[in-house]
DNA sequence: TATATTTGTTAGATTAATCTAACTTATTAT
DNA sequence: ATAATAAGTTAGATTAATCTAACAAATATA
């Protein structure tokens, strides 16, 4: 059983492994806010448990143990997540900070329960895939809001990322999942995008903005 | 913010107080599973914080605010408690330890919210009393189903000790809350409990059994 | 290629929570 | 009242997770 700082490390390399395969000392140690030597640290530690590989001067790397275990911990966090948006009336601004306490009870019946009341959910409330309980993830395919071209509708259907603050840019524009946004045209100088809404409404996202936002083509 | 292990050693002398006003660290020391030297040493801990008072070879007392502080941990508890069987539909026997993790969690809106869609209880799913937001603990007054004479009728309103055990074995009784029981004849050999349940069957109760149980009389 | 910069590692210290062994103070019982 | 027992304390060690300072290795740059 890790502890509770080990599952937040392998959940840290975990989402630093989707990007760029291997994950560097540094790199970890930046997302978990500690010191470089206590990443260190920590990888020598967790190659011990059998759930990364660890060489002096390389970047770390997790085992399928480790991969697993880390996919775990995400698939509890995400069902919590649900939970707390379905059952508990939470909005999806709120319910991150909650799971990321919850996603360590150590209860594969809560759990079970949780995914069984929600009706075995596959996504979670911004969108991202919960992974079943072998630590598969169903690979969604959504494309870029900042890559579409003007003239075309498309239907928001998950998040880049979900920062607090985006989550609540998005709730004072109105904007959900499921929303349908029609481009009307991107403005050469910032490229910033005019939006059609489904109510009518016309509004202005960054380019920011759009790198956040997933979408699939109407 | 107390840690995790630190609102676990409140628990235990808020529990430990309430049958004899000072708790000594061995008892101390007992509940918590650990050394006398460790209990001794997380007793002067607790006093820097303000948590109880501490007097070399004397017996611990929780202060005001380590009173409130241990009352409120019960209150998250006990609603995990009563939210796991009411909205999760766990058994009363099984939403103990799930429980004893989700009370630590951090979140003041997660457990208002629980609060809420139970409607306010002020009883978890054993009888026991949920201490309000203050801390506040409502005086429940039940009797011991021992003291109860032959030939009464009585309601199962609470218990005195809620181990797994012995909620197993009610629940094969087909005994709850609520049930009424009516005491037909006590033995004198063994003080056994010979009790007439609602649906006509008569059973037998040991007398640690009945012990255990706080109910009123009809 | 040589140097500068970044990255990674060692060493040594700290804090929280725990232990055992040895000792002291209190309590109990003869 | 004194000895035996129980309770409480000190001292010193351990493990997990963290830090800073100093050094080594790898990478980037002039």
Redesign the interface.
């Known amino acids: 059983m890790p502890t509770q700082t080990k599952e937040n490390y392998l959940k840290a390399i975990y989402f630093l492994s989707q990007e760029n395969i291997d994950v560097s000392i540094t790199e970890l140690s930046k997302k978990m806010n500690v010191s470089k030597p206590t990443a260190n640290n920590m990888a020598k530690k967790m190659q011990e448990k059998g759930w990364l590989f660890y060489e002096k001067y390389k970047p770390v790397k997790l085992t399928i143990k480790g991969k697993r275990l880390g996919a775990l911990i995400v698939r509890k966090h995400r069902l919590t997540e649900m939970f707390?948006s379905q059952?508990?009336?939470?909005g999806w601004e709120?319910v991150h900070?909650?799971a990321e306490?919850?996603e360590h009870?150590?209860?594969n019946?809560?759990f079970d329960?949780?995914d069984e009341?929600l009706g075995f959910p596959t996504l979670d409330p911004h969108g991202s895939p919960i992974p079943d309980k072998n630590g598969k993830v169903l690979k969604v395919n959504y494309l870029n809001l900042s890559t579409i071209k003007p003239g075309q509708k498309v239907r928001l259907c998950g998040l880049e990322n979900s920062s607090k603050d985006l989550l609540l840019f998005l709730n004072k524009k109105k904007i959900k999942l499921g929303s349908v946004l029609s481009i009307l045209h991107i403005e050469k100088f910032d490229n910033s995008f005019e939006i059609l809404l489904e109510n009518n409404s016309t509004i202005l996202l960054t380019f920011d903005v759009c790198l956040s936002l997933l979408v699939e083509e109407l």
């Open positions: 707390l059952v508990m009336s939470f709120e900070d909650i306490e919850i009870i150590n209860s019946l809560f329960r949780m009341i």
